[in-house]
Structure formats: structure tokens, C-alpha cells
């Protein structure tokens, strides 16, 4: 109680009438191809930190109306362009003027949802933040999201097999990171499990986001290693709409594992309405690891599609969606093994979402989700020939929330709102470990942003509420509140310091309750404790940026203490052919860096250089955490003339040998891979090829997060080729 009254407090203080904004001006401006000296229709131009965004018209131009006075960064974007920024001042009752040049680059000004709730660009967010956009995630098809993110920055991927990737953000994984669809959680089964996927269509997003750090102000516990967000454009609010048709079309194949997929899409607007509908398939055969041997039982087969309707207005906007994506990918196993397991999944997800937007008034806009997804998946085992069902798992999940955002004069911006999420889970079968079990969180949360004139500050705070409720054993009620304080300091031109403390809170999972039996997908016989604490965590941030039209430059430097740290403790023990693994609790620290450079040494000639490192331990101990992975670097040159781009590059592990107690070191290696594109942009149209040949010295070696190293090294050697359309 004493928490909720301190944040109703803090809402009425924050919304009192003297800090209402006074005074309103407009922005007008055009965008136009560099190269060809040609206008630009369909640019996204986003007002950083007002979440205010605009598409230009037929002839290239755009305007914002009805924004407060005071200075703002622009950032005009399009997929395979360079994203460019341009500050403006804005003053009452005048119209500000932003002209912006586009060309081909790959020094990107980068625009995020996921750190602020609102769109930002990238480098003023006090999060480290790294995106992709809909042509960089064409040329990385994948059967699922962990295979996309691999070798990000901070991101590796753990992996039972190329079917169940899942990113792992700074050595934290499973449950401590948080996957989203436009904001909203996906509803899969992934963080319970090494053997269960994340299979996000990523030919059908706009861009995909990844915040590392904490993440608990505005998403939940779970997000203390970080989010992964794929974002579309139908649930936010849309400026200055565009009628016609739009679309895009996207296909490629690929050697070593046969693969090959197919995806498109359209959206028709007709005054303030929009339609939607989009589609893909993507199909894999056994792989071949380095040294020619085949993985068995290693292939999959994805489907996905979605369409929905949605009323975009000059200051408001509702949406309503549907998806699905059903699919059966195998778990590798070895060369002669009775066993022949594949899961068989289906997936299906409904959401409404509104918003208004109010410039001038002390509410600047406000904006709902209601969510409902629905996940199943069958384990079969096809070793007497026709399918046998061994275990079904059943996850329903209602979602419900509601933000707003609020301005106090040119200084002050934040957010709040409310979370709610109950869920239904439901396992039948052999491996039933756990009984079915119904959850309910709750949460309140308050994020806010201070301007002066040499630097900048953040600081907000959540209280959630969580409840567990077995089918057997006792209820358990978890209520906790998560903090966090930032500074950002401009250092010199295009530069920034940015230094984040953070206090989190995570409830137990589900699965580290209730778990008391054989789970193959984590290599363990599991046995939870319906008695665990809650996990606390203490972490500090420090990130130094920097980045112009030839320079792109980022170090992070991070240490989280966390009280209460739940992780397997794997036993001697042995019980149904697995090792006895019990969920165990002790306080840990995770520290680490990441680095990564970006420059034009000729505007022909770039470099691009990287390096990530995480060392994690339990304290009372000096035990090593298990599943961290090594020291990795990746050194690649690109030469560019105009659309096209050739980058050799090598990618460097190192070995890891501080292992947990039963866990095998994995050697160092090194691949090279050759990638090559050309981006042909025209006023109505935007066509990328790409094409990558990835491990070119076939090079045998293992991912240290693998959970079955032993029986799946990674690929081999072979060629990827992708086209990608966008019609305007």
C-alpha cells in the first residue's frame, strides 16, 4: 500500500496544472535521395521522445502539428537507407523547417520503442540498444529468433537444435529475458525450456529491437538480462496518412541444409482506414556440421500469417489484429539413436490496441493493448514410424494495459500506466513435471525523463504484484518493486556518457516452483522448490557513444549483483537416465563489456569491429555460472560503391573453460563468412539482394550455450542468397 500511495502521489504532483506546456508550433520539412537527387515518399519521420510519427507524401514532404515548443531530434527512416537526424527548435505559434538527404550507408541513426515506450532515436536512449531492419532480417532467415540474433553485440543464442534458438543477453537467459511482439509477450513456451522454440516471423516485422540491461520499469521481473521486441507498424499512432497500396515481397534459399523461403505482404489505406494481411513459409532439411556429417532429425518447417483492420486519425488510432504460426521442427540426435523426437506446434494470437494523442494538454497521449495468446505443442516421437504423443503443453495468456504519457513544459517527460496478465498452463503426458498451474501479475509503473541544458536524467519505478495458483500445493504470492536512476551527458560533438543504476526484482518462475520430474529439453531430472524467494538484483550501466555520418562508436561496461539467484544444481545423482538437478538459490554477480566500432576510413572502405565478454559467478563459492558464453570478437571490412557492398569478416570465440559443476568446456574457434549486397532505391520501390557465404573453411566447432553440443556442432560451410521488395 505504502508504494501505491507514494506513485498516486507522484502522478498528482506530475499533473498539476502549473506544469501544464504552454505555447504550440509545427515542423515541415522533405526528404530526397542523395544519389539521385530524387523525393522520397512512405519516409517514417519520427520526433524523438514524443512518440509522435509522420510518413512523407507523394512529393517527399511531411509536417508535425501541434508540437510544444522546445528542441527536438528528428530521424527520417527507411529500411536499406541511411537513417539520418537533424535537431530542431521549435517555438510557439511558428513552423520549424527540417530538409533531410538519404543514401545508401552503413552508419544508421537507429530508432527504438522498446527502451522509452515511445519512439526514440537509439543513441539518446539511456539503454544500450541495437536494432535490425526488415532488410537486414531478410539476409538472416533462420528457423528461429536465437539463430537472427546470434553474434549481436551482447547476444548469443542458446540452442537445442537450429528449430529452438533463443537469445541469451549477457550470459542472462530463460526466464530473466523477456521476448516481445510490439511490446506484448508472446505467449510461447521458450523460457521453460532448451528443446522449446521462439519461432517469431521475422520476414513480416519492421524492425527487431534488443535492449540489454534491466528492463523492469516497463515490461516486468522478467526483464532483468533484457528485451528482444519485434516491432511492426499497426499498433502505434500514424501521422499524416498515406492511401494506396503498399507491400513487399521477400524470398531466398540456401545450401548445406536446403533451405527456402517465401513471404509477403500488403497493406491497402483508404482515407483514415488501413487493411492488412501478410504471409510466409520457410522450410530446412537436416544440416551438415563442419567436416561433412549430417545432424539428424535437425530440419524444420515454419508457417506463419497475419492480417487485421485498423482506423488511423489525425489524434487517435484503433487496431485489431490476428496471427498465427504453426510448424514441426526435430531434436537432433545421433547417428543410429531409436529415438526420433519432433515437436509440432500452433500458435495463435488476437489484439486490439488504441491510442489518442493530445498535444498541449498535461496528458500528451495515452494508448491500450488487450491480448490473447494461445500456444500448444505436441512432443512425437517417431521412432516406431507413425507418430506417438508423448507430452502436450498448453499456455493461454490475457493480457491487458493501459500508458500514458505525459509532458510538463519543455523540460519533463515520462510515462505511466498499468499491467495486467493472467495465465493458464496445462502439461499432459510423460513429462508432466509440473501440475497445471494459473498465474496473475499485476503492476503499476511510473518512467520519467529530465532535460537541462548539459545533461539529461531518468528515473521512474514499478510495483508488481504476482500469484501463483497450482492445481496442487499452496498458493504463493510474490510483491516487489523494481528502480532505476540514469544520466546522460552530451561529451562532445555527436558524443554522449550515459551511467544507469538499477535495483530489480524477479518473482520465481513457474517452472522453478513446480518442476518435479524428467525434463530431457534442459538435460535434467528437475526438482523445484515451492519455497523459493524472490531474486533481487543491483546493477550498474556505463555506455559511451558516439556517432556522425562516418564514426559509429559504442562501449558498455555493466555489473549486476543479484541476492537469491535461482539455477539448476546439477547432483551426481542420477534418476530416468538424467542427471538430478535442483533449483537452488545463492547470490551471484554478473560483470562484462561490449564494444563495437563502426568507421569510414574512405567513403568506399569501412571497418567493423566488435567485441563482447561475460564472466558470471556465484559469490559464496567462486563457482562459475553455467552456460555463459566465451569472449568473442568479430573484425569485418566492407568495401561500398554505390548500392552495392562486399564485407569479408571473421568471427573469433575463445575458448570457455570456467564451466559449473558437470558441465564440458567448449574449445576456441574462428569463421569467416563473405557477405554481399546491392540496395537499388527508387522513388516508389526499394529492392535488396544479399547474398552470404558463411563458414567458408567448414570449420567443425560447438556453441557453449548448446545443450547438446556434443550431438549437434554448428553448420557448415554453404551459400545464402535473398531478395527483398518493398512498393510504395
Do not use: C
Amino acid at each position: 500500500m505504502k508504494w501505491t500511495t507514494m506513485l498516486i502521489l507522484t502522478f498528482s504532483i506530475l499533473l498539476a496544472p502549473e506544469a501544464f506546456p504552454q505555447g504550440l508550433g509545427n515542423v515541415r520539412g522533405s526528404v530526397k535521395l542523395a544519389e539521385k537527387d530524387l523525393t522520397l515518399p512512405h519516409i517514417t519521420i519520427v520526433i524523438s521522445g514524443l512518440g509522435r510519427s509522420v510518413e512523407t507524401g507523394e512529393d517527399g514532404t511531411f509536417e508535425f502539428r501541434g508540437i510544444p515548443a522546445g528542441t527536438y531530434t528528428l530521424v527520417a527512416n527507411r529500411a536499406g537507407l541511411t537513417s539520418s537526424s537533424r535537431m530542431v527548435q521549435v517555438a510557439a505559434d511558428q513552423t520549424a523547417t527540417a530538409d533531410f538527404e538519404l543514401s545508401v550507408s552503413p552508419i544508421r541513426q537507429e530508432i527504438t520503442v522498446t527502451a522509452t515506450g515511445v519512439e526514440v532515436a537509439a543513441f539518446d536512449s539511456f539503454q544500450s540498444v541495437s536494432t535490425l531492419d526488415s532488410f537486414a532480417l531478410a539476409e538472416k532467415t533462420a528457423s528461429s529468433i536465437g539463430e537472427v540474433l546470434d553474434n549481436q553485440p551482447g547476444v548469443a543464442k542458446r540452442s537445442f537444435g537450429p528449430g529452438t534458438s533463443r537469445p541469451v543477453i549477457r550470459g542472462f537467459d530463460g526466464d530473466r529475458v523477456l521476448i516481445l511482439e510490439d511490446g506484448v509477450r508472446t505467449g510461447t513456451l521458450s523460457s521453460q525450456s532448451g528443446d522449446h522454440g521462439e519461432p517469431i516471423d521475422v520476414m513480416n516485422i519492421e524492425r527487431l529491437e534488443v535492449v540489454k540491461g534491466p528492463r523492469s520499469l516497463l515490461y516486468g521481473s522478467n526483464a532483468i538480462g533484457g528485451v528482444v521486441n519485434a516491432v511492426s507498424r499497426f499498433f502505434q499512432m500514424r501521422e499524416q496518412f498515406q492511401e494506396g497500396v503498399h507491400g513487399y515481397l521477400t524470398g531466398g534459399g540456401g545450401t548445406n541444409n536446403t533451405s527456402g523461403n517465401g513471404g509477403a505482404g500488403f497493406e491497402v489505406g483508404h482515407r483514415n482506414w488501413l487493411m492488412w494481411a501478410n504471409a510466409s513459409n520457410q522450410k530446412t532439411r537436416d544440416y551438415k556440421a563442419g567436416g561433412g556429417d549430417v545432424v539428424v532429425n535437425s530440419g524444420s518447417r515454419f508457417t506463419n500469417g497475419s492480417g487485421g483492420l485498423g482506423y488511423y486519425g489525425d489524434r487517435s488510432f484503433i487496431s485489431a489484429g490476428y496471427s498465427y504460426g504453426e510448424g514441426i521442427y526435430g531434436i537432433p540426435h545421433e547417428e543410429g539413436e531409436e529415438e526420433l523426437v519432433r515437436l509440432d506446434f500452433f500458435r495463435r494470437n488476437i489484439r486490439v490496441a488504441g491510442g489518442l494523442s493530445t498535444p498541449g494538454s498535461p496528458i500528451a497521449g495515452m494508448r491500450f493493448n488487450l491480448n490473447y495468446s494461445g500456444w500448444r505443442h505436441k512432443e512425437l516421437d517417431f521412432a516406431e514410424g507413425d507418430p506417438v504423443l508423448g507430452t502436450l503443453f498448453n499456455n493461454k495468456e490475457y493480457t491487458y494495459e493501459a500508458a500514458a504519457d505525459y509532458r510538463m513544459g519543455g523540460r519533463t517527460t515520462g510515462t505511466f500506466g498499468f499491467h495486467g496478465r493472467h495465465r493458464d498452463y496445462a502439461t499432459e503426458g510423460e513429462e508432466a513435471i509440473s501440475p497445471p498451474v494459473q498465474g496473475d501479475v499485476a503492476s503499476f509503473y511510473l518512467l520519467q525523463d529530465m532535460s537541462f541544458e548539459r545533461f539529461k536524467l531518468e528515473f521512474g519505478g514499478r510495483l508488481e504484484h504476482t500469484r501463483y495458483k497450482p492445481e496442487v500445493l499452496d498458493n504463493r504470492r510474490f510483491t516487489g518493486f523494481s528502480g532505476a536512476f540514469g544520466i546522460q551527458v552530451p561529451t562532445w560533438k555527436n558524443g554522449a556518457f550515459v551511467a544507469n543504476y538499477t535495483h530489480s526484482y524477479r518473482a520465481p518462475a513457474l517452472e522453478e516452483l513446480y518442476n518435479n520430474g524428467p525434463h530431457p529439453g534442459n538435460l535434467a531430472f528437475e526438482v523445484g522448490d515451492p519455497n523459493l524467494h524472490h531474486e533481487r538484483s543491483d546493477g550498474m550501466d556505463v555506455s559511451v557513444r558516439h556517432i556522425s555520418d562516418r564514426i559509429r562508436a559504442e562501449a558498455n561496461f555493466y555489473y549486476y549483483d543479484l541476492g537469491n539467484f535461482v539455477f539448476l544444481d546439477v547432483t551426481n545423482e542420477e534418476e530416468d537416465g538424467l542427471r538430478v538437478a535442483n533449483y537452488a538459490q545463492g547470490d551471484s554477480r554478473y560483470t562484462g563489456t561490449e564494444l563495437v566500432l563502426n568507421a569510414g576510413v574512405h567513403r568506399n572502405i569501412w571497418i567493423d569491429l566488435g567485441l563482447d565478454y561475460t564472466n558470471a559467478k556465484l559469490k559464496t563459492t567462486n563457482m562459475p555460472l553455467p552456460r555463459i558464453p566465451p569472449l568473442r570478437t568479430h573484425v569485418g571490412i566492407e568495401g561500398r560503391y554505390k548500392g552495392f557492398s562486399v564485407k569479408p569478416e571473421v568471427i573469433l570465440a575463445d575458448k570457455q573453460d570456467r564451466v559449473f559443476t558437470h558441465e564440458d568446456p567448449t574449445s576456441g574457434y574462428a569463421i569467416f563468412n563473405i557477405n554481399a549486397s546491392y540496395t537499388l532505391t527508387q522513388r516508389h520501390s526499394s529492392h535488396h539482394f544479399a547474398f552470404t557465404a558463411f563458414n567458408l573453411g567448414d570449420r567443425l566447432y560447438r556453441n557453449h550455450l548448446s545443450l547438446i553440443k556434443d550431438v549437434a556442432p554448428e553448420i557448415g560451410r554453404g551459400v545464402r542468397f535473398t531478395y527483398s521488395m518493398k512498393f510504395f
